[in-house]
């Protein structure tokens, strides 16, 4: 499986990472995972988003998109990915709220072999078992805190207490629950 961070409209980088990861392997026969955060910052947001909503349609099984902070409506209005579709398409707010609705479809988190528990943000103190996840309503705008914002975000300290803060190193437990093998709603 090959995990993708933040693409953040990098269409360029995108493809440059096919060429030189994927290209050389069967597309058919490779699992690829992307964490989230496909627009906002680069020009290139909506060819990064249609680029992985084709290869999802042609790769059902071997492609999943999960949702980050910014595929959001908060987000996309703040940064620019909001902007860059209503210039594109001529104003057309109907474009928008299209992409709107199937980032709120994107799941949340998703397991890998039983091994890893991936997300965009972070593991929030509300997970008690892997389970709680597909009870999130995902079809909404993230709040501000809660569930839903910690595995979007997840930052554990603000960035003016990060400067100053002294952090704990982290401690080896065993898990008490097996993930499944699917994504995670």
Not at 37 to 54: P, Q
Not at 101 to 110: Q, T, V
Not at 119 to 125: C, W
Request: glycine share 8%.
């Amino acid at each position: 499986m090959i995990i993708v961070g933040d693409i953040h409209g990098q269409y360029y980088d995108l493809i440059h990472m096919f060429e030189k990861v994927v290209d050389s392997r069967d597309l058919s026969k490779t699992k690829l995972l992307f964490l989230g955060d496909y627009v906002d910052r680069g020009n290139y947001s909506i060819e990064v988003c249609i680029f992985l909503y084709c290869l999802k349609i042609n790769y059902p099984g071997n492609i999943i998109l999960l949702r980050g902070n910014h595929e959001s409506r908060a987000m996309t209005e703040h940064f620019t990915f909001r902007e860059e579709v209503l210039r594109k398409y001529d104003g057309d707010e109907s474009v928008y709220e299209a992409f709107i609705e199937s980032f709120e479809s994107m799941p949340l988190s998703a397991d890998v072999n039983g091994d890893y528990l991936c997300m965009h943000g972070g593991i929030s103190p509300q997970l008690k078992v892997i389970e709680d996840i597909n009870k999130i309503d995902r079809f909404i705008e993230p709040p501000l805190t809660g569930f839903l914002c910690d595995l979007l975000w997840s930052d554990p300290v603000g960035d003016k207490e990060a400067r100053s803060s002294k952090f704990l190193k982290n401690v080896e437990r065993e898990c008490s629950y097996k993930f499944g093998l699917d994504p995670i709603k």
